[in-house]
Each structure stands twice: as C-alpha cells, then as structure tokens.
Nanobody, 119 residues
C-alpha cells in the first residue's frame, strides 16, 4: 500500500506561480513513476507531468515550458513547479503513484489539491 499526501494548491493570479508537493509513504518499490494529473469541472482527468525514479520526465503539451516536475527519491516526494499560470490551468490536481515505469496512471491517488488561477 502507498499513501500520497499533496500540498501547495491555492489561488493565484494569471502569470503567477505555485509549487505542489506530493509525499509518498508505505511500501515503496525502487522503480516507480510519480505523476500529476488534473481535472477541471466538466472535463476528463488528464496527465500534466510524470517523472520516473530514474529521472525521466514527460509533460503535457499544454504545460511544456511553464511547468517543471522534479522529485527527491530519498524523501519519495514529487514536486510540480508551475510558472506563468493561466486561467485554463484551474483544476483539481492529483498526485499519482505507479510501482513501475509507466505512462499510464497507477493504482494510487492523492486526495487532490485545488489550483485556481484568476484572470
């Protein structure tokens, strides 16, 4: 079992920045993928960014150049630095953990953190 605790959401004006954190605990395999997904009202949940325990990253086209995913393997914590935020980035952001290298969502989800970008 893996537990995920997210933090760092909030309200910010367009052009501003936020940093999300996701701390994983429990039985953590050395090979894993931590990802951020988001879901806006009335829309499907979508991948924002992912990072493997080996440091390989993947981003949605809509956030490339603005968002940066990173991780601290010793703390089993993933971060999402979000810069140049736009109103269309408004969503609930969810951390995801998969006990393998994968581009698909894993079994474990965080509780979600709201990000609201005002125009």
């Amino acid at each position: 079992q893996v537990q995920l605790v997210e933090s760092g959401g909030g309200l910010v004006q367009a052009g501003g920045s936020l940093r999300l954190s996701c701390a994983a605990s429990g039985t953590i395999p050395s090979i894993n993928t931590m990802s951020w997904y988001r879901q806006a009202p009335g829309k499907q949940r979508e991948l924002v960014a992912a990072i493997t325990s080996g440091g390989i990253t993947n981003y949605a086209e809509s956030v490339k150049g603005r968002f940066t995913i990173s991780r601290d393997n010793a703390k089993v914590t993933a971060y999402l630095q979000m810069n140049s935020l736009k109103p269309e980035d408004t969503a609930v952001y969810y951390c995801n953990f998969a006990p393998t290298y994968t581009s698909r969502p894993g079994t474990y989800w965080g509780q979600g953190t709201q990000v609201t970008v005002s125009s």
